[in-house]
């Protein structure tokens, strides 16, 4: 089945600073991208996606790159504040075309 | 709008009980999701449906688990002869059609079994 993969585990970072979690697949059908943020004892916020018929896609402070050739996606964080504090994870979509394959997650800190 | 709406929040269960996990989700979404996440791990799929059918139960992991929607609206996971391994949180998400759109997950059912 589908591969995800996501690095780093965790990411400490200053307030201020950037913050960047890449992600592979390995199912070249794989057509959809979904980020998600994950507070701790809440479910998974969706915070940004992209298709595969873009390249890039930016959401004020946060973008995500996709790179079909390569099979690897990315999330970048700028001007990072405390509340970005959590778990990130990435997915993919599945060959099935509506499950998603996630990755383990990215525990982010931004220290003041 | 109400999000995904999850009950219990959590449940706590005697091995080889059995176990209800109720999913409402978002009004007017015909997609719904259940997936199962453990401690330090990203979701697992469990299975789908479109409607009143179940599209995919592709991830249940054995025949212990079994999950209705009767209507087409509210979803029920079941458990039956609850294990150790089944402690996890359990997930729903609904999305509006399905099909790679955006699904929206609730806050989970934390299931701990002793």
């Known amino acids: 089945g589908e591969n995800v993969e996501q690095h780093p585990s965790t990411l400490s970072v200053q307030e201020g600073d950037s913050a960047v979690i890449k992600c592979t697949y390995s199912d070249s059908a794989s057509n959809y991208f979904p980020w998600y943020k994950q507070e701790l004892g809440k479910g998974p916020q969706l915070i940004i996606d992209?298709?595969?018929?873009?390249g890039e896609k930016k959401d004020q402070r946060i973008a995500v790159t996709l790179n079909k050739t390569a099979k690897h996606f990315s999330l970048h964080i700028t001007e990072t504040q405390p509340e970005d504090s959590a778990v990130y994870f990435c997915a993919a979509s599945s060959l099935s075309g509506y499950a998603l394959n996630f990755g383990k997650g990215t525990s982010l800190l931004v220290t003041p | 709008g109400a999000g995904v709406s999850q009950t219990p929040s959590n449940k706590v269960t005697e091995k080889g009980k059995y176990v209800e996990l109720r999913c409402d989700p978002i009004s007017g979404h015909t997609a719904l999701y259940w997936y199962r996440q453990s401690l330090g791990q990203g979701p697992e799929f469990l299975i789908y449906?479109?409607?009143?059918?179940?599209?995919?139960d592709s991830g249940l992991p054995n025949d212990r688990f079994f999950a209705v929607r009767p209507e087409g609206s509210v979803s029920t996971l079941k458990i039956q002869r609850t294990e150790r391994g089944d402690s996890a949180v359990y997930l729903c998400?609904?999305?509006?059609?399905?099909?790679?759109?955006?699904?929206?997950f609730g806050q989970g059912t934390r299931l701990t079994v002793v």
């Open positions: 992209i298709r595969s018929n873009v």
């Open positions: 449906f479109q409607g009143t059918g179940a599209a995919d």
């Open positions: 998400a609904s999305s509006p059609t399905g099909g790679g759109t955006e699904a929206f």
